[in-house]
């Protein structure tokens, strides 16, 4: 069975502390993003990364960046976490010939205090 | 760019009626169109897709979706609704242009009633 794991389900955090999420997959997919979803909002792309190594920018990345140092693993870094970034984060992946079809994890709500 | 509107964040429907969810499209260029599914506690999943073939698509546990070009929409329809069928649906567009980028609505919540 197809599956993207994170790391967890629930984390709090203060202002101002660096944060970390991290992502799996064990499909050998090429394609990992990360989402953040918010009542009322949808699913915003944050980052997506087609390879190693590589990274692009979503619609929202101010107060984050990422990492891809292997292929099965897409972290999600929060420098300096903020109370506005209190959020359910979504991490996704998919094979490069079929983009669109998202596997996503459960979820991790992070909260920031 | 690409996006998609869906109305109406809450839909409540009886239990073996009709569900119905809106989604209308904009793009430049002959979209991708999707509907995905989160239930409670969990990632969304695919639920079906359009891409250009034929315009009434078949998914998963009953549902459909027909895309109409001249109304710029790609309705999710489902006869007779199920308990089980109580999540959130998310309709997407990408253009296909190779980026894999979605654009996600921002969501129905479908509350079925018995």
């Known amino acids: 069975d197809v599956k993207v794991t994170q790391s967890s389900r629930y984390l709090v955090k203060r202002t101002g502390e660096k944060v970390f999420l991290e992502c799996v997959q064990d499909m050998d997919h090429e394609n990992m993003f990360w989402y953040r979803q918010d009542p009322g909002l949808g699913l915003r792309l944050i980052y997506f990364s087609y390879d190693v190594k590589m990274k692009e920018k979503g619609d929202i990345p101010e107060g984050y960046s990422v990492s891809r140092e292997k292929k099965e693993r897409f972290s999600l870094i929060l420098e300096s976490a903020s109370t506005n970034q209190t959020s359910m984060y979504l991490c996704a992946s998919s094979f490069r010939t079929e983009g669109e079809k998202l596997f996503f994890g459960s979820g991790t709500q992070l909260s920031v205090l | ?114």
């Open chain 2, 1 to 114: 760019a690409q996006s998609v509107t869906q109305l109406g964040s809450h839909v409540s429907v009886s239990e073996g009626a009709l569900v119905l969810l809106r989604c209308n499209y904009s793009s430049s260029v002959p979209p991708y169109l999707f509907w995905y599914v989160q239930y409670p506690n969990q990632g969304l999943q695919l639920l079906l897709k359009y891409t250009s073939a034929a315009t009434l698509v078949k998914g998963i546990n009953g549902f459909e979706a027909e895309f109409k070009k001249s109304e710029t929409s790609f309705h999710l329809t489902k006869p007779s609704a199920h308990m089980s069928d109580a999540a959130e649906y998310f309709c997407a567009v990408s253009d296909h242009g190779g980026n894999n980028r979605l654009a996600f609505g921002k969501g129905n919540q479908v509350v079925v009633i018995p």
